[in-house]
């Protein structure tokens, strides 16, 4: 048995911990899925530790966790980690994330809100209710021009979708190096020029000081009239009310945000209204067995870790 037990901190840690059981036998698994267990667990000195952002877990618990004394390890279920950010010293705490586990299944959204957006089906949806057999016009996707603004993990998987079904991609990369289905990689300093060309612009970007706000009036103006809209980043990301107005105006004709500033979406926003905007509460990768996915990640460095092996997916301090 390990000197060290794993603590899993988590609404789904029982169910992670039974899903980890047969994988690690030997390592002392201790699930907390709330707050109420957190101090007892860390009482046991855990080395180790699997946490999974929730609204039910407070950001400041994680944060408590990661500066246990003998942590040395922290592992985010996810691909932020702004709750975290800043609050360990890299050379005590490894920190490593889950980007790109459910990078396929987020880009399959993507492409599905693309279509529904263009295809006229949120609009089909209205007509339903309303009783009315009318018919809507749309463009086909293959030809369109698909602007991904971001293409990691997320954004690499979706270039390659998109490419499937015949749109022309263009990434927006700082580092340049090349995203397979996409037609061109272009620099960040390209991308005002390139909205200009985007039928439909997509973000996966890390929020942060220079993103934030980042996708205001100046920005939608600069889209090709008629562009399409999609966010499934961070809400910080969007000046809202700009993003109301232009699709009020037309000048974008449907938007779909997974992502908002304030989470959950507050009754009485503005956005709920918006005709031509599809909303989805921050589910975009919500695949059913997603939890468990994140845990194969861990097992995976878990094994690593014990051999001494580098980790996956290490990020900043």
Not at 71 to 100: I, M
Request: proline share 8%; with cysteine; hydrophobic share 50%.
């Amino acid at each position: 048995m390990s000197a060290a037990p794993v603590l899993i901190y988590a609404e789904e840690a029982a169910e992670i911990a039974a899903h980890l059981a047969a994988r690690l036998p030997g390592e002392r698994l201790l699930p907390v899925t709330g707050p109420a267990g957190l101090g007892a667990a860390l009482a046991e000195t855990p080395e180790i530790a699997f946490t999974i952002k929730a609204r039910s877990l407070p950001e400041a618990d994680h944060r408590r966790v990661l500066g246990a004394p003998s942590l040395r390890w922290f592992q985010v279920g996810g691909s932020g980690y702004e709750h975290v950010a800043g609050h360990w010293d890299p050379a005590r705490v490894t920190v490593t994330n889950c980007v790109g586990v459910l990078a396929p299944f987020l880009a399959e959204t993507c492409i599905g809100a693309i279509i529904a957006l263009n295809n006229g089906l949120i609009a089909y949806r209205d007509r339903q209710k309303a009783r009315r057999w009318e018919g809507i016009l749309f463009r086909p996707i293959a030809g369109q021009v698909l602007v991904v603004v971001g293409a990691g993990a997320i954004g690499g998987e979706l270039a390659r979708r998109a490419a499937a079904l015949g749109m022309r991609v263009i990434a927006i990369r700082r580092s340049g190096a090349p995203v397979p289905g996409a037609a061109e990689v272009r620099p960040p300093d390209a991308l005002r020029a390139s909205l200009a060309e985007a039928d439909v612009v997509s973000v996966h970007l890390r929020l942060s000081p220079e993103t934030a706000g980042m996708f205001g009036a100046s920005l939608f103006a600069a889209m090709k009239p008629g562009a399409m809209f999609l966010n499934t980043a961070r809400g910080g990301h969007v000046v809202e009310a700009d993003l109301v107005a232009a699709l009020a105006s037309g000048q974008l004709r449907g938007a779909y945000l997974d992502v908002t500033e304030t989470e959950p979406l507050p009754p009485e926003s503005p956005l709920w209204d918006v005709p031509n905007l599809l909303i989805s509460p921050h589910s975009a990768d919500s695949v059913a067995d997603w939890p468990l996915r994140f845990a194969d990640l861990f097992t995976e460095n878990l094994g690593r870790w014990r051999a001494g092996e580098p980790l996956r997916n290490v990020v900043a301090g």
